[in-house]
């Protein structure tokens, strides 16, 4: 992993799809599920890593309170 801090992760802006625009920490824990199970991070590093770094917490997100964005999940 790179010394990229846990907030500069979360502040990633999404830069593709429907929420486009968006920091990483805003977007639905569905959607950040939807990004790991698609493999979608493997083109963008800095995405590729906050949801390895972040994956146990969105994974596990169902088995507790959902909460609405990554932000609150971690």
Same mark, same amino acid.
Do not use: Q
């Given at each position: 992993?790179?010394?990229?801090? /846990? ?7 999404? +830069? #593709?799809? *429907?929420?486009?625009?968006? @920091?990483? @920490?805003?977007? &639905?824990?569905?959607?950040? @599920? ?7 991070? @493997?083109?963008? &590093?800095?995405? /590729?890593?906050?949801?390895? /770094? #972040? *994956?146990? +917490? ?6 507790? #309170?959902? &909460? &609405? ?6």
């Amino acid at each position: 992993m790179s010394d990229i801090s /846990r907030e500069e992760l979360l502040d990633w802006e999404v +830069d #593709f799809g *429907e929420h486009h625009g968006k @920091k990483l @920490k805003d977007v &639905p824990i569905s959607y950040c @599920k939807w990004l790991i199970e698609e493999g979608v991070g @493997k083109d963008r &590093p800095v995405l /590729r890593e906050a949801l390895e /770094r #972040f *994956e146990e +917490d969105i994974m596990d997100a169902d088995n507790w #309170f959902i &909460p &609405p964005t990554l932000g609150e999940a971690v």
